[in-house]
DNA sequence: ATTGTATACATGTACGTACAAGTGCTATAA
DNA sequence: TTATAGCACTTGTACGTACATGTATACAAT
């Protein structure tokens, strides 16, 4: 006496598309005849029929006229657009433009073309992003995290790519709540530590810090740079630390290092939260009439050349640009051939290179 | 006795699918009923119901239980991709990233995503691009011709893509044979007779000239330069114009040059490709121990800046790069929205600006 | 060996009937 | 005035029959 309120057409065609997609039909195999499912299932040829003919609107199975009916091939390439997006903060500037050419260069090897994105490092935007590419169907992402340091208010879009599975690879950082999705970073902690030693054996002794608080990447840099002063005995003071967030940051970091200066604060190197800052630091501090690096020295990330300071090379970690492209894309294609196992942490980290420009004194005498 | 192969159902579907298709049954109308048509068609209405699932599975209609079956809205989103692409020649050196930002900002407005691809000016890479971008459906394409002094080999495919109705914008430049398709230019003859007219007016008296041989800029550039001379009453001497291919690029304009000067040719002043070939002869020269602009004078284009000799600035053409993107993003919009009319010819020629920097010297003492 | 044909069986078209169930309107009862 | 029961009409499900047409094969004729 039980209530079956599924039609029996709906009954037979999902029992058949259930075989199929769990392979207890296979591609090519022939599926019974109409008249032998009637009988098996109870119903007249017609409601086979219209079974049938629905599996069939949808791609699973094929008739052929007098020789029955078999499992359809299944067809990849409908599912399959051969598109990924790149989802960026920025694009034509700084050294995104090689970062993305990285991307590009082994993405288009693989067949892939390459969707590119800019969210402006706002959350808001990324998340408008994230929709219009589910909507699009794309096969893979990668994806800077705008403002990475707040908890990200796109965890359900996120969520939602993994549902449709549409593997994706953070880059630069990734967002609290999402530290097992595969990323490749840079060893930002590692880096700030090193340039922190850097300026101690070189012998400074008051060393301060300019960083950027809302995202990932500031917040290991300034980590590293607090394990840098401790772990060689030097406290650290946070008066001569500056946070600054992306909407302050055209005057906040340049401000807050005038200000110490001006108020007699005797800081003789600052660990920048990338070159860019560390060259505007060096133009203002210059305008005062502050020497670099003899008076102050300077730090940086990113090895940016500076178009109109050519006499100033700032002393920096090495960003590998192409090559950090390149891992990501590799592993994006390592996730869309589901050659890395299912859900499991694939981060790579990209170890901190020093390169010693012309921005730092030595001290020591 | 007229033979019908069609089968009755198939006959009722095709005239409800012309209909609709030629809008005499528009969207949210409803259709007849299935008795009536069954009547109508003299067939039962077994038959109707067959025709009518199969346009309900294509999209064309929907059927809404006990009230009737409607005319479905037309989806056009499974035909518009909202997918534009941009092929340039290279995509993180030089312009170009500034040309895609704006070209970036102006589609994502629209609600189009963009495809990036680069040719590295190869006729051959653009062919593959161009087929493989067809097959993506894609709804538009910006794209920077390759070598576009050669006849392109891929005129079939932009004919394909006329077929296609997917619009498409050059930029930079045309091919000879599709000079009538819409395009954004640079006024690049203008451009040179301007330069040149600057440094003839400047009292230079032997002007040399590097031109770029494979494209349809370097070509007019060319143009441009022997227009100002002859205007001005001096003679083209083409033992002092150097044309260099694609694959030179990287020698043969500096070795050229070179050559000149130790044969012992009395040069004052230099019309050059581009910036990026007059920052490259000026270092050259100057390891000669030949100074600029004392000794010699250069001119480019594309007012570019170079990280490593801020003492020099190129006196230029301006490019508007991401102006120049947004133009030509607009002008795409326009074709894909048929807003301008069908095939005509559109271009648009953006005027010449000199920009003048400190490589030209003063010889009318 | 090749060709043609009969046959069995597959799907395709087309007719019929009956009843279930959702929608919208109207006449009727509370 | 409001609720509802009934009715007409719609699509949805399900059964039945019949014959058309394409495919594969076994077997006979050439």
């Not at 100033?312 to 050659?339: C, S, Y």
Request: aromatic letters at 8%; a negative charge.
């Amino acid at each position: 006496m039980k209530e079956e309120r599924k039609p029996k057409y709906y009954v037979l065609m999902d029992n058949l598309r259930k075989d199929i997609e769990r392979g207890i039909i296979q591609p090519g195999d022939k599926i019974e005849s109409e008249n032998q499912l009637a009988e098996k299932y109870k119903m007249s040829r017609h409601t086979v029929r219209k079974a049938l003919s629905i599996l069939e609107s949808e791609g699973y199975i094929v008739a052929e006229h007098g020789r029955g009916t078999f499992c359809k091939e299944r067809d990849m390439s409908i599912k399959s657009t051969k598109n990924v997006a790149v989802v960026t903060t920025y694009i034509s500037d700084y050294i995104f433009p090689r970062l993305i050419q990285g991307m590009y260069q082994t993405l288009d090897e693989e067949g892939y073309s390459v969707i590119i994105k800019n969210t402006g490092n706002s959350p808001k935007l990324e998340g408008k992003i994230l929709q219009e590419l589910i909507d699009k169907n794309i096969d893979g992402l990668i994806i800077e995290p705008s403002k990475s340091e707040i908890y990200s208010e796109n965890v359900e879009l996120y969520k939602k790519l993994d549902e449709y599975r549409i593997p994706y690879v953070f880059i630069h950082a990734t967002y609290p709540q999402l530290e097992d999705k595969p990323h490749i970073v840079m060893d930002d902690i590692g880096g700030a530590k090193i340039l922190t030693q850097h300026l101690i054996d070189l012998g400074h002794k008051r060393i301060a810090g300019v960083f950027k608080a809302d995202d990932n990447q500031g917040a290991e840099r300034h980590r590293g740079y607090i394990e840098g002063l401790t772990s060689n005995g030097m406290t650290y003071d946070p008066n001569i630390v500056a946070l600054f967030h992306t909407e302050d940051k055209d005057y906040k970091p340049v401000a807050e290092v005038l200000k110490w200066v001006k108020s007699g604060e005797k800081i003789d190197g600052i660990v920048c939260y990338n070159d860019q800052i560390a060259y505007e630091i060096a133009a203002a501090l210059r305008n005062e009439g502050i020497r670099i690096p003899e008076d102050v020295s300077l730090t940086g990330f990113d090895n940016l050349a500076m178009p109109w300071m050519n006499d100033l090379r700032i002393t920096t970690i090495a960003h590998p640009r192409e090559h950090f492209g390149e891992k990501a894309a590799r592993l994006l294609i390592e996730k869309i051939n589901h050659v890395s196992d299912a859900d499991s942490k694939i981060a790579r980290v990209v170890e901190s290179k020093l390169i010693v420009g012309n921005s730092c004194a030595d001290r020591r005498g």
